[in-house]
């Protein structure tokens, strides 16, 4: 099957949560041998690790929000003859205008609703912005699917509230990248987008508290828009030299921090470097949401309400001083995500889905 992934940013350029996902998705369909192509605004070579990418020139309504619209010439590919079109994330430009392509071709549509609409709530225009394009847009997109996926419970609950029938759920899925020798490290990790909905304040604020316990090191790794302020308040609280912002790093390189790290922290919201972390076999302090916990499982980490900051700084130091309950922790996430994420397991399923909407 030729199943073309629609979503704005690819890898290399971008390794965040979406990107990982379909590059993980396409990687296991080849193994399967079916003809995973991937069409983008991303800025990458026309094949990756394998994979066939079409890149398309673009520019952003909004230049500060990560949204791009590709030119026309991105729908008139779009509607030539492919198997499916399966479209992440609901809440992007290529998303509606694959959606208005498979329309015209005729192709089956598949949509994975990676967004919650927590992202850049802080933003007054996009509070406005997104319940309007809720009724418009978006749930154009969500509406003209044929199948509509739910990676997680908030997600089911959204598209709910666009049609009843055509959702299934399908676990966000990885393939764990083992290691031999899986060091102690010497720091405590954050890795992820700078946001707010993401929780790395709550993370800084923590670290005066944890550094009155114990001497140890810290790495906040990731680039986004509360990178200035989040120095400037480490600054302020006088933790800067505890504290080392490597700002936007590759996947590779992030999987090499998560390696040599003490703890791994997901004081918000997180993205797939969780379930990376959790494969690597790192005890995790996480905020306590939903997603976060059907990650990595119930029992898999020491789970604090977000923003609680004392709490944060108290499971920390709890993690790097008590290290049977931080191996104890580390395994549970390890085997939980080795058993219920494997992306051979979640492959098979949308290739399942594909196959259903072939043969109407």
């Given at each position: ?30 193994r ?18 394998g ?28 509607s ?22 498979s ?8 949509l ?7 992202s ?12 309007l ?6 749930s ?43 060091s ?33 090191k ?41 390696r ?56 920390i ?44």
């Open positions: 099957m030729r199943i073309v992934h629609v979503t704005p940013y690819f890898v290399p350029e971008v390794s965040a949560g979406v990107e990982i996902h379909v590059y993980e998705l396409c990687q296991q369909l080849l399967m041998d079916h003809e995973p192509v991937v069409y983008t605004c991303s800025k990458v070579p026309s094949e990756v690790d994979i066939e990418v079409h890149s398309f020139p673009s520019f952003k309504p909004l230049p500060s929000i990560p949204n791009p619209c590709p030119f026309p010439s991105f729908f008139f590919e779009l030539k003859e492919h198997d499916v079109i399966h479209v992440h994330g609901q809440e992007y430009v290529v998303s509606f205008i694959a959606a208005l392509a329309k015209k071709g005729r192709i089956p549509l598949v994975t609703a990676h967004n919650v609409g927590r850049f709530q802080e933003r007054w225009y996009i509070r406005i912005l997104r319940p394009l809720y009724h418009s847009l978006f154009y997109v969500i509406t003209a699917a044929n199948i509509a996926v739910a990676p997680t419970e908030e997600a089911f609950e959204i598209l709910s509230k666009f049609r009843q029938e055509g959702i299934v759920t399908v676990p966000h899925g990885i393939r764990c990248h083992t290691t031999e020798e899986n102690e490290g010497n720091y405590v990790l954050y890795l992820g987008r700078l946001l707010p909905v993401k929780g790395p304040e709550t993370f800084i604020r923590a670290i005066p508290l944890v550094l009155s316990q114990l001497k140890v810290f790495v906040v790794a990731g680039g986004g828009p509360q990178l200035k302020s989040l120095k400037k308040l480490a600054r302020d609280l006088e933790i800067l030299d505890f504290v080392d912002f490597v700002g936007p790093v590759s996947r590779e390189e992030g999987l090499n921090l998560i040599e790290a003490s703890v791994f922290v997901a004081p918000g919201n997180a993205g797939y470097s969780l379930l990376e972390a959790a494969c690597i076999g790192k005890p995790i302090v996480s905020a306590n949401q939903k997603w976060n916990i059907s990650c990595i499982g119930p029992n898999s980490a020491i789970y604090v309400d977000t923003g609680d900051v004392k709490g944060f700084a108290n499971a130091i709890n993690l790097l001083t008590d290290k049977e309950l931080a191996n104890k922790l580390a395994r549970e996430a390890q085997n939980h995500v080795k058993a219920l994420r494997d992306i051979k397991k979640v492959a098979e399923t949308y290739v399942s889905i594909y196959e259903s909407l072939i043969s109407r």
